[in-house]
């Protein structure tokens, strides 16, 4: 079963823990408000980034990622 690593609402604020959070994690999923391609491109040298983009996030963020993701997981289907 994958390990899923989930947050939100980053606004390009990056954590150093968030390198031991993810640590053991399969993938990281961001539901939005990622904030800066700065922070989506540290997220995804951790582990696969999965995100959606939110209200605050530049035309270069939604240009990346989807406003609405749909995807399988392990016969799940995630929306």
Known sequence: MLKIGLLSDTHAWWDDKYMEYFSE???????????????????????PLRAVYGNIDGQSL?????????????????M
């Open 25 to 47: 994690c399969d993938e990281i999923w961001h539901a939005g408000d990622i904030g800066s391609d700065t922070l989506a491109a540290r997220l995804a040298a951790l582990k």
């Open 62 to 78: 939604r240009l990346q990622y989807p406003q609405v993701a749909h995807f399988k997981v392990e016969e799940v289907n995630v």
